[in-house]
């Protein structure tokens, strides 16, 4: 069965810092990572990842993919209070198009 | 563009009612569609997937049942529910044939009194 770590699973902040979360994995055929970011209502797609070592970046967000060491971290520098929401890791495994979630890190960025 | 749609976006019902929730995507064909249940605000348990017309994969055992009449519509359902089916519903689509990205839905907070 696919499973997916989270950690740290909560987090506090003030504005201006740098925060790691990480997501590590265990699962059969492994095709790729997702990262989604929650507010209140649907999750957001914020990134994919299918190969080690080469980082997805969107303005201060920014992810990577350890295939070997099995996990991926992302990164948001400069936090911002509207970067508060919880951030879900996923995979895909075997199964194809069904994503296995993690239970996510809850992000709060203080002013 | 395409957009996904839900309803109703907060549901109060008491236990022992029938259940319908729906949700329809626009603007693609042919999509796989996905029901999940987030509890207590974290991760997402997935209940049914789709990959077609009167296609549904079930992941849980529980009493609820999902139907897809149409390409993009899929319906979430129970005859009678209990207070443990108490949570948010999201809808979500993923493209048919090799895309893993999934889009979700505004959701469906319910309540079992």
């Known amino acids: 069965e696919d499973k997916v770590v989270q950690s740290p699973l909560s987090l506090v902040v003030h504005e201006g810092d740098t925060v790691t979360l990480n997501c590590s994995y265990e699962?059969?055929?492994?095709?790729?990572l997702l990262w989604y970011k929650q507010e209140k209502k649907a999750p957001t797609f914020l990134f994919m990842l299918?190969?080690?070592?080469i980082e997805k970046k969107s303005g201060r967000l920014s992810s990577i993919l350890d295939k070997k060491e099995l996990f991926s971290i992302l990164n948001i520098t400069a936090t911002q209070t509207g970067d508060s929401a919880v951030y879900l890791c996923?995979?895909?495994?075997?199964?194809?198009?069904?994503?296995?979630f993690g239970e996510g890190t809850q992000l709060t960025v203080n002013p | 563009s395409q957009t996904i749609h839900q309803w109703p976006a907060t549901l109060v019902q008491p236990v022992g009612s029938p259940l319908s929730l729906e949700c329809t995507v626009e603007g693609t064909s042919n999509p796989n569609l996905y029901w999940y249940r987030q509890a207590a605000g974290r991760g997402l348990q997935l209940l049914f997937y789709s990959v077609g017309i009167g296609q549904i994969s079930s992941e849980v055992p529980q009493n609820l049942s999902a139907s897809r009449p149409q390409d993009r519509q899929f319906i979430l359902s129970s005859k009678k529910l209990l207070l443990s089916d108490s949570g948010f519903y999201l809808c979500a689509w993923s493209s048919w044939g090799g895309a893993y990205e999934q889009y979700f839905g505004p959701g469906t907070r319910l309540t079992v009194t």
């Open positions: 996923a995979v895909v495994g075997t199964s194809g198009s069904r994503l296995t």
């Open positions: 699962v059969t055929n492994f095709r790729s």
């Open positions: 299918t190969s080690s070592g």
